[in-house]
C-alpha cells in the first residue's frame, strides 16, 4: 500500500509518500543489503565542517535480538507497544564535541536530523517505513550500552514494512488512519518571498 500525502504542490515522490507508522508488519524482515543502503545514505549527510557527528546503535530483531531488545528497554512506555512489531530498532546519538578543535558542535542535533532524513528517503525509496521518536530514555540508554563522554543518546527509529491496522491497538490504528495535516507555507516562511 502506498501513501500518498496531500501536498499544495507536487514534490518528489520519496517525500509525498513518506510516512511514520506505527502499524509494522511484525511478519516481513528488513535484508541485511537494504538495511547498509539506509547507513549508507546516513553516511553522506553533509554536516557542519563535516564532523558527521551521528552515531547509531541499530538492533535487528531476527540478526541481533538482544540489542534489539535493549534498544527497546530504553524506548518510553508509550512507544513500545506500537514498537514491538518493528523488525529494526535504532538509537540515534549524537557526538557534541568537534574531532579537529575539541570544542564543542552546537550542529550535532541538526546533523543527527539530518543523516536520519537521508536514512528515511533512501528507506522511502526501498518501500520501507520510518518512524523517528524523541521518546527514549537517555539516562537509561547511557546505561545499558555503556556510553560516556560526549556522546548523547537523542533519537530513537522504528523501521520496517507497513502493517495492517490489525497490527497494534486500535488507539495507534486510528493515528494512522487520521488525516494527514500540515501547517501552511505563510506559517512556517517568516520573512522573504518564495
Do not use: C
Not at 545514505?41 to 535487528?60: E, K, L
Not at 527514549?136 to 546505561?143: L, M, V, W
Not at 490504528?173 to 520573512?191: G, T, Y
Amino acid at each position: 500500500m502506498s501513501v500518498i500525502n496531500p501536498t499544495d504542490v507536487p514534490i518528489h515522490e520519496l517525500l509525498s509518500r513518506r510516512k511514520s507508522p506505527y502499524a509494522f508488519d511484525p511478519n516481513k524482515t528488513v535484508s541485511k543489503d537494504d538495511l547498509i543502503a539506509l547507513f549508507e545514505a546516513a553516511r553522506w549527510t553533509m554536516s557542519s565542517y563535516n564532523a558527521q557527528p551521528w552515531r547509531y546503535i541499530v538492533g535487528v530483531k531476527d540478526r541481533s535480538p538482544e540489542v534489539w531488545q535493549q534498544i527497546y528497554s530504553v524506548l518510553l512506555e508509550g512507544n513500545q507497544p506500537w514498537a514491538s512489531n518493528a523488525p529494526v530498532l535504532v538509537l540515534g546519538l549524537t557526538e557534541h564535541t568537534f574531532e579537529h578543535n575539541g570544542q564543542n558542535n552546537k550542529a550535532a542535533q541538526h546533523d543527527l536530523g539530518a543523516a536520519s532524513a537521508y536514512l528515511t528517503l533512501e528507506a522511502t525509496a526501498r518501500g520501507l517505513y520510518v518512524h523517528q521518536m524523541i521518546g527514549i530514555d537517555p539516562d537509561k540508554a547511557r546505561q545499558v550500552f555503556g556510553i560516556s563522554g560526549s556522546l548523547e543518546p537523542l533519537t530513537g527509529m522504528a523501521i520496517g514494512y507497513l502493517g495492517a491496522p490489525t497490527d497494534v491497538a486500535e488507539t495507534f490504528a486510528q493515528r494512522d488512519q487520521r488525516e494527514r495535516q500540515r501547517k501552511a507555507l505563510s506559517e512556517i516562511v517568516l520573512k522573504g518571498s518564495l
